[in-house]
Each structure stands twice: as C-alpha cells, then as structure tokens.
C-alpha cells in the first residue's frame, strides 16, 4: 500500500522480516509464506534501497531454504514446495534490483552445496534473465 514510501520503514521492517524467516511457525507455515509475499512486495517498491541490504537478505533466504530443505517435521510437502518458491522469488528479484550481484554470490554456494532441492532453487536464480 505505501508504494516508494516504505523505504521511511525499511530498517524496521527488515527487522520483522529477518525475524519472521528464521522461525517455524506450524506444519502450515502461513506467517513465513506471508512474510515472502512481503518481502516481495517490498523490494519491488523499494527496489532502489535493495543492494545495500543485499548480504542480510541473501543469508536470511539461504538459511531458510536450508532450515525448509532439512525440516523432518510435520509441514507438508506442497507447503514446503511454496516457501522454497517463495524463497527463489525473492532471490531473483533480489538479483534483478543488484544488477546480477546474487548470481555472482550464489556460484560458490552452488558449487559446494549437494542437497538437490536448494541447488535447485540456486539454478533457477542462475538461469533467471
């Protein structure tokens, strides 16, 4: 609803968001899956801001595709399957708004991780134009 406006509120709202992705919050996930369509929302708006806050976001991301990768819990497969999406979207806009930054940072991880579904999502960025 703000629009360019948000960016009076980005330190905090990054807050929140950073927050909300490092916790599990039932087999349904609804805040994580909210906090995505969020952080979309949020760098498509304030996508000139972006960059600067490029290495919180990229780790918080990462780490949560990793947390969903390993989670042996109750939360449904096409629950996971939307978070890792979710996830992957914000990646790419992340790497449209930085000018290709995101792929370059994510060659490494790509190269040393081996868990098919989070090189998956790394390739999709990769592949994104």
């Known amino acids: 609803r703000l629009g360019i406006l948000i ?11 950073l927050g909300y992705l490092e916790v599990w919050d ?3 996930e609804e805040a994580r899956l909210g ?10 708006h304030a996508w000139p801001r972006m960059p600067c806050r490029l290495p919180v ?3 918080a991301l990462l780490k ?6 390993t989670d042996r819990g109750s939360t449904p497969e096409p629950v996971k399957a939307a978070l890792l999406q979710g996830a992957t979207e914000c990646l ?16 490494g991880v790509y190269s040393s991780c081996e868990e098919n ?4 999502c790394i390739r999709r960025v990769q592949e994104d134009t």
Not at 92 to 107: A, F, N, Y
């Open 92 to 107: 790419i806009l992340l790497d449209h708004c930085s000018e290709g930054q995101v792929k370059v940072l994510l060659e």
């Open 57 to 59: 976001l990229l780790k």
């Open 26 to 28: 039932g087999p349904e």
């Open 117 to 120: 579904q989070v090189r998956e």
């Open 7 to 17: 960016v009076r509120h980005l330190k905090r709202l990054e807050r929140v968001i």
């Open 35 to 44: 906090i995505l369509k969020t952080l979309q929302c949020t760098i498509e």
């Open 64 to 69: 949560m595709i990793w947390d969903v990768h």
